[in-house]
Every structure is written in C-alpha cells, then in structure tokens.
Nanobody
Framework: QVQLVESGGGSVRAGGSLTLYCAAS?????MGWFRQSPGKEREGVAF???????KYTDSVKGRFTISKDNAKNTLYLQMYGLKAEDAGMYRC?????????????????WGQGTQVTVS
C-alpha cells in the first residue's frame, strides 16, 4: 500500500514563503504537486522525475522549487513570493510514468493534502 502524507501548509502573507513536505512510503518515477482552490479545477503545479527533470506550471516558474530526498523518501515544494492565487489545498501525487505530466488522471496515488492560505 502506498502512503503519502503532506505537511508544511499554513497561512502566510502575500510575498511570504512556505515549504511543503510529502513523506512517501515509497518513491515512484514521477512525483509532483497539485493544488485546488474552491470553484477551480485541480491543477498540476510542479513535478520531478526519477532523473531529476522538473516541470512547473507557468504561474509558479521562478518562485517554486520542487525537490526530493531519496534517502528520506520525502518530496519537497519550496514556495517563495506567494500570491493570493497560490492559495489552495496542495496534494502530492505519484505515478509510474517515466515522463511527468500535468494531467491528474495519470496519478493513481494521492495524499490527503495540506492547506495553503495567502492573505
């Protein structure tokens, strides 16, 4: 059974920073973060493949950094310069696909999420 547990969310002022954590029972080739706010579709934010290749949605490029620690089975999302539109429930997701995609249907395993509020 694959387990993903997120943490690190919270409430920050616009311009602030947060680091999200996702502890995984095992790593898969593709790991990433999605977010969803009320009334909006869940969107892919950032992904990292087993070879370290990263992908970001345009709105977070230059502000968010995704990384992982293989020894700790932990996925990170460092978020800087947070904006009101970054608020939402952030969930980590993993997949056996080799090339990460922003399409949520390719990710069979999900965490429960951690809330990010930006005021």
């Amino acid at each position: 059974q694959v387990q993903l547990v997120e943490s690190g969310g919270g409430s920050v002022r616009a311009g602030g920073s947060l680091t999200l954590y996702c502890a995984a029972s095992r790593f898969f080739p593709c790991m990433g973060w999605f977010r969803q706010s009320p009334g909006k579709e869940r969107e892919g934010v950032a992904f990292i493949a087993s070879d370290g290749t990263t992908k970001y949605t345009d709105s977070v490029k230059g502000r968010f950094t995704i990384s992982k620690d293989n020894a700790k089975n932990t996925l990170y999302l460092q978020m800087y310069g947070l904006k009101a539109e970054d608020a939402g429930m952030y969930r980590c997701a993993i997949s056996s696909i080799r090339v990460c995609t922003f399409v949520k249907g390719f990710y069979p395993y999900w965490g429960q999420g951690t809330q990010v509020t930006v005021s």
